[in-house]
């Protein structure tokens, strides 16, 4: 079991190409993690507003899902979504996600761990296993890992972004005759690319289509074995606050730890 994050465009995608391809390894089945917050967001509604029903914002929403599902079916493996329940989610809109994954032929289940322990997730570990139980073949990579750098990243944003095309920038036009120069052309490419969009811009949500990916530059990581294109503007290191949490944290006289939640 692998946690392969920030979405089926970036952890999985990577995992899929790059580690399966160096290990050899074929996975069975893919768990999409989905919020109806997420999705309602994503289907125009404001961050102050995701905890009212809308329907409306959340079928626009789906599009978003839809792609991820439509992502891991493109290699050949049998996705399952797992909707991560929230107190403020109705019934209304865990239905609609249920009939629109389902119409898709992708399998679904409502996680609750976080109430209901192992309990809450039970139907989730019975889909996730009759998904692995369905799957016969291996896994289909995006890309030929012996094609041109231009192609391979060409497959990924076409392929899984749903991008027109990619444009180079003059350093990374530098960048690629390097790569060329080195030998490293032949290399697995790992896209360092925001987590909030299919395009190199996180303010486009949902499902934009029609788009140019931009490349900046390259990185090369010769140890570890890929070719890393920066995509857009991107912050590298995300997740972190400007005030670490460590700074609330203490300890009293009577050894009583504070600040840790």
Known sequence: VTEAGFGADLGAEKFLNIKCGFAGISPKAVVIVATIRALKYHGGMKLDELKSENLDALANGLENLKKHIENIKSFGLPPVVSINRFISDTEAELQLVFDAVKALGAKVAVAEGWAKGGDGMKELAERVVEAIESCEGNYIPTYDWNDTVENKIN???????????????????????????????????????????????????????????????????????FIVPIVGEILRMPGLPQIPSAEAIDVDANGVISGLF
Do not use: H, N, W
């Not at 960048?175 to 987590?195: E, N, V």
């Not at 949500?205 to 390259?218: H, K, M, S, Y």
């Open 155 to 225: 497959a990924i944003a076409q392929k899984i972004y749903g991008a027109a095309g990619v444009e180079f920038s003059s350093k990374a036009k530098t960048d690629l005759k390097k790569i060329y120069k080195l030998g490293m052309d032949k290399l697995p490419i790992c896209m360092a690319k925001t987590q909030y969009s299919f395009t190199d811009d996180p303010k486009k949500l949902g499902r934009p289509t029609g788009f140019t990916l931009t490349i900046r530059e390259f990185e090369f990581a010769a140890g570890a074995g």
